[in-house]
């Protein structure tokens, strides 16, 4: 089963960074592209930042110039590094691998998600 886990997440005041990291585990055979989407309270989840195995990067308009995404292939791992923050980043960020695992089809794998609190 691939396995996808967050981490980085935490308290930061705003204007400060913060890094996340994600990485996938397990029988992969092929990954797709990566990326961060993440979920506010009260509010539906929507997409923050993805890449593809290409390097091809693609950020929402509230994240441009802030957050930058970046992958290892060699290690499966996705980061977010996240800069500037805003009270209105605050949200449980959740990242996603489309990958294509032995003997299973294509599809997206999710992890936990990482809480981040942008607060002074």
């Known amino acids: 089963q691939v396995q996808v886990v967050e981490s980085g997440g935490g308290l930061v005041q705003p204007g400060g960074s913060l890094r996340l990291s994600c990485a996938a585990s397990?029988?992969?055979?092929?990954?797709?592209?990566m990326g961060w989407y993440r979920q506010a309270p009260g509010k539906q989840r929507e997409l923050a930042a993805t890449?593809?195995?290409?390097?091809?990067?693609n950020y929402a308009d509230s994240v441009k110039g802030r957050f930058t995404i970046s992958r290892d292939n060699a290690k499966n791992t996705v980061y977010l590094q996240m800069s500037s923050l805003k009270h209105e980043d605050t949200a449980v960020y959740y990242c996603?691998?489309?990958?294509?695992?032995?003997?299973?089809?294509?599809?997206?794998?999710w992890g936990q998600g990482t809480q981040v609190t942008v607060s002074s």
């Open positions: 397990g029988p992969i055979f092929t990954i797709y592209s």
């Open positions: 996603y691998v489309d990958a294509h695992a032995f003997l299973n089809s294509r599809s997206d794998y």
């Open positions: 890449i593809t195995n290409g390097g091809t990067t």
